[in-house]
């Protein structure tokens, strides 16, 4: 039974390069959140997704900053051109229904 | 908007003292309330929920907390903490029927020998 699969597990870029950050839901799952974890902070909310839409990116950066959840594979949380600012620890979560998430083990991306 | 605060942000104890772990959080409309674990450089892991019913919610490790809804809060406690407790512990609210959890700022928690 496994839970909410995120890889990779750090991921380390230059300023102005790409990162891609993929999630998969546990089984079942077809809904799907991104939160980012700023250092020295709690959890915000980015994004929420369900299979081929968005529902809701209030919590999306306006620029740079990306996701999507095909009908086949995993999500991405897509960011281009990375700055410094956006080292932090993603974290995906998976629910059933608009009910209780489950939270993966996330991504540590670091900026140099 | 909904808003969690945890104004403890380092709570340091000595090993086998209890300790309570504040959470506050905005609104009165019926929520969801959690309590999750984060060790070092890892994810979190869920300690214990409220979703309905019993007001006093039993978690796994040893942890409690009780849902009061007067007072908005539902802190976390334990009555006797071991060194391996040493983590950051996050309070996470939802209103009920929506999809967005809101986290507090967390509350580092260190126990002493």
Redesign the interface.
């Known amino acids: 039974n496994a839970g909410v699969m995120q890889n990779p597990r750090h991921l380390v870029r230059r300023r102005g390069q790409e990162a891609r950050l993929r999630c998969s839901p546990m089984k079942g799952h077809s809904?799907v959140?991104w939160?980012r974890q700023l250092p020295e902070?709690?959890?915000?909310?980015m994004v929420?997704l369900q299979k081929e839409n968005i529902i809701?990116e209030s919590g999306m950066p306006k620029e740079r900053f990306s996701a999507e959840f095909p009908k086949e594979g995993p999500s991405i949380l897509r960011i281009q051109q990375v700055v410094r600012g956006d080292s932090a620890a993603y974290?995906c979560?998976s629910?059933r229904g608009?009910d209780?998430?489950?939270?993966?083990?996330?991504t540590?991306l670091t900026v140099l | 908007a909904q808003s969690v605060t945890q104004l403890d942000s380092q709570v340091p104890v000595f090993e086998e003292a209890p300790v309570e772990l504040r959470c506050n959080y905005s609104s009165s409309v019926s929520v969801y309330l959690f309590w999750y674990v984060q060790y070092p450089n890892q994810g979190l892991q869920l300690l214990l929920k409220y979703l309905s019913g019993s007001t006093l919610v039993k978690g796994i490790n040893g942890f409690e907390a009780e849902f009061n809804k007067s007072q908005t809060s539902f802190h976390l406690r334990k009555p006797s903490v071991h060194i391996s407790d040493t983590a950051e512990y996050f309070c996470a609210v939802s209103d009920r029927g929506t999809y967005k959890y809101i986290f507090g700022t967390g509350t580092r928690l260190k126990v002493l020998a």
């Open positions: 809904h959140y939160y902070e709690g959890l915000k909310f929420y809701d974290f979560a629910s608009e209780e998430q489950f939270f993966g083990p996330g540590r």
